[in-house]
Nanobody, 121 residues
Framework: QVQLVESGGGLVQPGGSLRLSCAASGSIYMIYDMGWYRQTPGKQRDLVATIDRRSNSNYADFAKDRFTISRDNAGNTVYLQMNSLKPEDTAVYYC???????????????WGQGTQVTVSS
């Protein structure tokens, strides 16, 4: 199996920063795309940013210029640096990894349990 453990969420004032981490462990041969998504109650889960193995990244419009996604391939970890946070960034943030567990299997998506980010004064 594969486990994704997120950390780094919490309460921050508007204009502040947080750094989220997501570490993947378990039966992993290789991780392809890694990404962050967010969800608020009653709404769908939205893309925040994704990054491939070569560190090519893609951002939602609201994340451009404020958020930075990065990854450590050796450590199977993906990060999200969030700056200039706004109250509307309040959400549960989830990481997703596309994991190849062996050369004889197809890659599958795995999700973390989510970490709460609250931006409030």
């Amino acid at each position: 199996q594969v486990q994704l453990v997120e950390s780094g969420g919490g309460l921050v004032q508007p204009g502040g920063s947080l750094r989220l981490s997501c570490a993947a462990s378990g039966s992993i041969y290789m991780i392809y795309d890694m990404g962050w998504y967010r969800q608020t109650p009653g709404k769908q889960r939205d893309l925040v940013a994704t990054i491939d193995r070569r560190s090519n990244s893609n951002y939602a419009d609201f994340a451009k210029d404020r958020f930075t996604i990065s990854r450590d391939n050796a450590g199977n970890t993906v990060y999200l640096q969030m700056n200039s946070l706004k109250p509307e960034d309040t959400a549960v943030y989830y990481c997703k990894c596309n994991v190849l567990r062996s050369r004889w299997r197809s890659a599958e998506d795995y999700w973390g349990q989510g970490t709460q980010v609250t931006v409030s004064s």
